[in-house]
């Protein structure tokens, strides 16, 4: 494994701290996935992307990396808090159709925009319905350490007892004497001791569609139960890093370092890492604010804020050029800014890969520690970008000092000769696979068949116009090989699959 001193901000201490994983070279990470009850929009994705930066960036350094990403499909209620209706209960409800059609819908939809934007799918994808076996158990464990009690069938965790032996707040800088404090009525929600209990399980009226059979009665978990359950089933009662948006700390994951503990004594996470928001003028990007754009909106232009479509690398090069803890405002023109950062970069890409393939064809110098050791430093520069905090921004820039180096050599071949092979390779090299790897950016817009195919038919039309049939010949050889014939209609040009 390479050395690397990589810093990682920790919430949990305010921090930059060295990164060391409890069981090098293994590293376990969960990140809060999606309540799947509505399209992802584009904060969504932001965070998402976030940590499949992170994702790739540790198994580029050669970790062994088990990345979790749940799937929310029961528990999170409107509101966000304990009361009101469960968030894909409602919409099923209001579509007259199962709460699993809802789940299906929005998680296949889901998968769709993690492919387009080129993240990577975790290594395991848990659903918190496929776990209340677990998070019964979870709630009877803190139930008999004394921190949760029961009340007209729903379960809570005792806040102000866990606060007596343990910090409640520390995870998000909270003071619960504040928070109780401003306790105003219960409104509702008599049945807890305190304003701040949360729920670990709670009772199903008889309207509510999702329900489950429980010491305490039919019910249904708690939405923090299923993230504290689902981490530390798959990756141990201590593990490495939890990430999700900052909007999560608190209560949901305050509630998870709760739980944690008061279930088995020790804090599970290791390393807290929060991403910022996207923000549209300024505001928080969010279904309940209201100025959401989807994916499929800004791939199309088709939302009133646009003013053109922009493709997925687009945004997620457009994502990477900002830190994950800064704010992030999305305009047309920084996402025009972002489009012509990308294609640079392809084009970049695109020439490592061709110097690449002709390698064989030059001839190199033999050494030249000079231009050795300035190679060196330019690459260290991108690593230095990653290894603060996974700072893309700085690797970006750091890409693009790499980049000029690489156009140069791809428009004057004559000045390979001065180069040894070694700081040829490894400048190659690593151009390419952060590129691609770390950065997870990939080559698109070279897919649209159809529009190729029309110029070519164009050229045809117009060869045949002059009479050049040459030419004429040699586009139907070519659209030929492609599995394209060419039909000369009396009402124009066509072109049909070749059968053959
Ligand atoms: P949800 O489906 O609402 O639970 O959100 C899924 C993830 O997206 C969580 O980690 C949120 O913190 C994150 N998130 C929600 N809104 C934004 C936003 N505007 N910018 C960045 N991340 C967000
Ligand atoms: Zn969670």
Not at 238 to 246: K, L, Q, S, V, Y
Not at 338 to 354: F, W
Not at 425 to 438: C, K, N, P, Q, R
């Amino acid at each position: 494994m390479k050395k690397h001193q990589l810093k990682l901000y920790n919430t949990l201490t305010r921090a930059k701290e060295l990164f060391e994983p409890l069981k090098p070279p293994y590293v376990g990470m969960y990140v809060c996935g999606p309540t799947v009850y509505s399209d992802v929009h584009l904060g969504n994705c932001r965070t998402f992307t976030s940590f499949d930066i992170v994702y790739r960036y540790l198994t580029h350094l050669g970790y062994k990396v088990r990345y979790v990403r749940n799937i929310t499909d029961v528990g999170h209620l409107v509101g966000d808090a304990d009361e009101g209706e469960d968030k894909i209960g409602k919409k099923a409800k209001l579509e007259n159709l199962e709460p699993m059609e809802i789940v299906q819908r929005y998680t296949n939809g889901f998968h769709f925009v993690m492919q387009q934007l080129n993240n990577t799918p975790p290594s395991i994808e848990p659903t918190a319905t496929g776990h209340i076996v677990e998070q019964l158990e979870m709630t009877q464990q803190i139930i008999n350490n004394g921190y949760g009690y029961v009340a007209n069938g729903s379960v809570y965790f005792d806040v102000k007892k866990y606060a007596e032996k343990y910090e409640y707040g520390k995870l998000s800088g909270r003071v619960l004497d504040e928070l109780l404090a401003g306790q105003r009525e219960l409104d509702g929600q008599e049945e807890k001791r305190n304003k701040e209990d949360f729920a670990l399980w709670k009772n199903a009226l008889p309207t509510h569609l999702m329900r489950w059979k429980s010491p305490w009665g039919d019910g249904f978990p708690g939405w923090h139960l299923e993230c504290s359950v689902m981490s530390m089933k798959y990756l141990g009662e201590r593990f490495d890093i939890h990430g999700g948006g900052m909007d999560l700390k608190f209560p949901h994951h305050e509630c998870e370092v709760a739980q944690s503990v008061g279930a088995y004594g020790t804090e599970a996470v290791k390393y807290w890492l929060h991403t910022n928001m996207l923000t549209v003028n300024g505001q928080r990007m969010g279904k309940s604010v209201g100025n959401s754009i989807l994916p499929a909106e800004l791939f199309t232009g088709n939302h009133a804020l646009l003013e053109q479509p922009y493709s997925p690398m687009t945004l997620r090069f457009f994502m990477l050029q900002t830190h994950y803890r800064g704010t992030m405002d999305i305009t047309n023109d920084a996402l025009k800014a972002a489009q012509k950062g990308y294609l640079k970069m392809m084009n970049g890409l695109k020439n490592a890969k061709e110097l690449q393939a002709n390698q064989a064809t030059f001839t190199f110098a033999t050494s030249d520690d000079k231009l050795k050791t300035e190679v060196q430093e330019l690459i260290a520069a991108v690593y230095e970008g990653m290894d603060d905090d996974f700072n893309t921004a700085m690797a970006i820039a750091g890409l693009f000092n790499l980049l000029k180096k690489i156009n140069t050599l791809h428009t004057q071949q004559q000045t390979i000769a001065t180069w040894d092979k070694e700081s040829f390779d490894t400048l190659l090299a690593t151009y390419i696979s952060f590129v691609e790897d770390v950065l997870g950016l990939r080559e698109e817009g070279l897919t649209d068949l159809a529009a190729v195919l029309n110029v070519l038919l164009g050229l045809y039309q117009e060869a045949k116009h002059n009479k050049n049939y040459e030419q004429v010949d040699k586009l139907r050889t070519s659209m030929k090989s492609l599995g394209i014939v060419v039909k000369d209609m009396k009402t124009g040009i066509g072109w049909a699959y070749d059968e053959v």
